[in-house]
């Protein structure tokens, strides 16, 4: 693996700074961190540039929160300082990460996403006898500092942008030296560089012929079913040993059984929202109706919010459940 070197004076240019600060912003506009940041912005980007030539840059003191969807997770979310410079960081090193990913891996990359992740799924799903379904437990609070320190380190040569990144690193921790914060950019980019590397062993030692990864979701295919449980177990074995990951009980099954995968049940000819899919979609949608009705939200907020959510059903045979729980809406707010 070649090392990306003279990143850090990229970095450090101020037009970089500008275009990551306006990634930063995007959707926070009126936030009143952004609006204080950008009443003195010229000020603030020198202020960076600043502190990244000497490396006194600052980390951690987050805001912490925890959602529910589609499970209990606690959220880091850093100062708008720090999502400044995350984006300064990612716009530059963006390229020397993607150059990790394999064609297969799908999660916070630009052309791929979830639907190209299930579209990949089941046209995998129609041609082999079974799948095994993989995911790691409690992903990114298992994301060990040490391992991922030396991956960078492979990957990167200059010593200012190792600092930076470990300064980041060591900013958060739930056990000793291990997890990054959701909710981060850079803890994004961290957790799916984490995994290319079993990635690639699964493409090139495991000679798999039919793989898909979505952040911690893995899954493989393969027309031998001892091959695929062979796999599961040196997999297993080596995320232990190389990442210091450990998976959940693995799931081994014939594609008629139904796949879980993103919120869907896949099967060879149809996709169905799974259970849990389905209750998150009533909950979500008696809440956006009662927001919208009691004036919370305008009709632009509730529509733009509530797109997503019928979009995420229109990808299942779904339209009798979505029609119902409508009209079941409709008729309580009546």
Not at 170 to 198: C, E, M, W
Request: glycine content about 4%; aromatic content about 14%.
């Amino acid at each position: 693996m070649k090392r990306q070197g003279r990143l850090f004076e990229k970095i450090l240019d101020l037009n970089n700074l500008y275009e990551a600060f306006y990634k930063a912003q995007k959707g926070k506009v009126f936030d009143q961190e952004v609006i204080a940041y950008r009443q003195r912005l010229h000020e603030n980007l020198q202020l960076l540039q600043q502190q990244l030539r000497s490396g006194a840059i600052e980390t951690g003191h987050y805001h912490y929160f925890t959602v529910y969807d589609p499970k209990k997770r606690l959220i880091c979310a850093a100062p708008f300082s720090q999502r400044v410079l995350h984006h300064a960081l990612m716009n530059v090193c963006h390229d020397a990460f993607e150059k990790q990913q394999i064609e297969n891996s799908f999660a916070s990359r630009i052309g791929k996403g979830t639907y190209a992740a299930l579209d990949t799924a089941r046209a995998y799903h129609r041609h082999y006898g079974w799948f095994l379904k993989l995911d790691v437990r409690k992903y990114f609070e298992s994301i060990d500092h040490v391992v991922l320190k030396a991956q960078l380190h492979r990957l990167f040569s200059q010593k200012h942008l190792l600092v930076m990144f470990e300064k980041i690193i060591d900013s958060y921790t739930t056990t000793a030296q291990k997890s990054v914060p959701i909710g981060n950019l850079t803890s994004q980019y961290f957790a799916n560089h984490y995994l290319s590397r079993a990635d690639h062993w699964i493409k090139e030692e495991l000679c798999i012929p039919a793989y898909v990864r979505y952040m911690d979701d893995m899954v493989l295919w393969h027309n031998d079913r001892d091959i695929l449980l062979e796999a599961g177990g040196r997999l297993q074995e080596f995320a232990a040993t190389e990442l210091k990951l450990l998976f959940k009980p693995f799931c081994l099954n014939s594609p008629d059984k139904g796949l879980p995968f993103l919120g869907y049940l896949l099967f060879p000819c149809r996709v169905r929202m799974t259970q849990q899919s389905k209750k998150r979609f009533i909950r979500k949608s008696v809440l956006y109706a009662d927001y919208l009705q009691t004036g919370r939200w305008s009709q632009q907020e509730y529509a733009n919010h509530v797109m997503p959510l019928v979009a995420f059903t229109e990808y299942a045979d779904a339209v009798e459940f979505r029609k119902n729980v409508y009209n079941s809406v409709m008729d309580e707010k009546e």
